[in-house]
C-alpha cells in the first residue's frame, strides 16, 4: 500500500470549505451555523477570507466560531484571488466553494461529497439553490455564453421569454434543476472540485475581481475533458448578490466578466459580435429607461441604474485584463 492510499485518520478532515466574505456578517455567521449544523458524515475545516469588511465580519466569525480559520485581509481582493488563496493552503483531499449569503439544508455538503466520489467525470460539481421562500434558485448553473444567447441577452429576449429554453438558453430556465444533468458552468457559490484537479487548471484566473471566473473554470475543465455535473440531492438557500454594493455595480461587473470569457472562450472573429451585443444591452436599456422616465415620470430609479451603467461601458466593453508583472 503507497503512502497516497493509506486511510485518513479518523480526524483528519477530507473536505476544506473556502468562503469569502465582504460586508455580510451576519450572513455569513449564519452561513457557518448551518454548514455545522446540517453536515453530519463529512470531515472538513473551513476557512474564511474576509475581504476587508468595514462591518466587523473577520471578528465576529472568530467569536462565535474559534473552529474556522479566519483570514482578515486589509484590502478588498476580489472573489477569484481570495478563493485562490484559501485552496492553496488547503491540504485536503477535497474543495467546497461556499458563498456566504446561503445557508445548508440538511445533508448537502455530505451528499455532494458523496456525488463528487461517484462522478470523478464531472470534475467540478454543484447543488440545487433555493430562496428563502423555498422557491427556485436557477443561478446554481447554467449554459455557456453563445452568439445566440449573447444576442438573446442584448435585445431582451431572454427576460421577455425567460421560461424558453430557445430565448433564454444561458439560464436552462425550462429545468426545475430536479434531476442529476451535465451542464457547462457550476456557479461558484456551491461548488465542489477536487483539490488535484483545481491545482492542475491553476486555479481561478486572478484577472477576474467578480462574476465569470467560475465560468471560466468550468469551460477550461471541459477542455481537459471534464463535464461538470448538478445533483438535486444537495440543496442549499442562496440569496444572490449580497456582496454587491448597488445593482449597477454587480452589472457592472457581471458585463466585465462577460466580455472576458467571450474573449477567452470564443473564436477572435466572433468577439467583436459579442462587444456589441453588450454595448446594445446597456444602451438601450439606458435610452428606454431614460425616455419612459422624462415623458412620466416613472421608472426613474431604474433609468439612473441604466445611466450609471452605461457611463461605465468603456470600462466593461474591454473585459478583465492580465494583471501587470512583476519586473
Not at 455532494?112 to 470534475?123: D, E, V, Y
Not at 462587444?275 to 431604474?302: D, N, P, Q, Y
Request: hydrophobic fraction near 45%; charged fraction near 20%; include cysteine.
Amino acid at each position: 500500500m503507497t503512502a497516497g492510499s493509506l486511510p485518513l485518520a479518523p480526524d483528519t478532515p477530507e473536505l476544506t470549505v473556502i468562503i469569502v466574505s465582504y460586508n455580510t456578517r451576519e450572513l455569513t455567521l449564519k452561513a457557518i451555523e448551518t454548514l455545522h449544523d446540517t453536515t453530519r458524515a463529512t470531515r472538513f475545516r473551513t476557512v474564511v477570507l474576509d475581504n476587508a469588511s468595514s462591518d466587523g465580519s473577520a471578528e465576529a466569525i472568530t467569536r462565535a466560531f474559534p473552529q474556522v480559520e479566519v483570514i482578515a485581509s486589509q484590502e478588498n481582493l476580489g472573489f477569484a484571488r481570495a478563493n485562490n488563496i484559501l485552496a492553496a493552503a488547503a491540504r485536503t483531499e477535497w474543495l467546497l466553494l461556499l458563498n456566504p449569503d446561503t445557508e445548508c439544508h440538511a445533508g448537502a455538503i455530505d451528499n455532494l461529497l458523496a456525488f463528487s466520489k461517484a462522478n470523478p467525470r464531472a470534475g467540478i460539481t454543484g447543488g440545487r439553490t433555493v430562496f428563502p421562500d423555498g422557491s427556485l434558485n436557477i443561478a446554481s448553473c447554467w449554459r455557456r455564453i453563445t452568439p445566440w444567447s449573447a444576442f438573446c441577452k442584448g435585445t431582451g429576449l431572454s427576460g421577455v421569454f425567460a421560461g424558453s429554453a430557445l430565448f433564454n438558453p444561458e439560464a436552462m430556465a425550462d429545468w426545475k434543476r430536479d434531476s442529476v444533468r451535465e451542464v457547462d458552468i457550476v456557479q461558484g457559490s456551491f461548488l465542489m472540485i477536487r483539490r488535484a484537479l483545481w491545482e492542475e487548471l491553476g486555479g481561478f484566473d486572478p484577472k477576474y475581481f467578480m462574476y465569470g471566473e467560475e465560468a471560466d473554470l468550468c469551460l477550461r475543465a471541459r477542455e481537459l475533458g471534464y463535464r461538470p455535473m448538478i445533483t438535486p440531492d444537495a440543496e442549499i438557500m442562496h440569496l444572490v448578490g449580497a456582496a454587491s454594493r448597488t445593482r449597477a455595480h454587480k452589472y457592472v461587473l457581471s458585463a466585465k466578466g462577460r466580455m472576458t470569457l467571450m474573449e477567452r472562450h470564443w473564436p477572435a472573429w466572433q468577439v467583436p459580435f459579442g462587444r456589441a451585443t453588450l454595448a446594445f444591452w446597456a444602451g438601450s436599456r439606458t435610452l428606454v429607461f431614460g425616455i419612459v422616465a422624462r415623458l412620466t415620470g416613472r421608472k426613474r430609479a431604474r433609468a439612473a441604474h441604466w445611466a450609471e451603467v452605461w457611463s461605465q461601458r468603456h470600462d466593461f466593453l474591454e473585459g478583465y485584463k492580465d494583471p501587470p508583472r512583476a519586473g
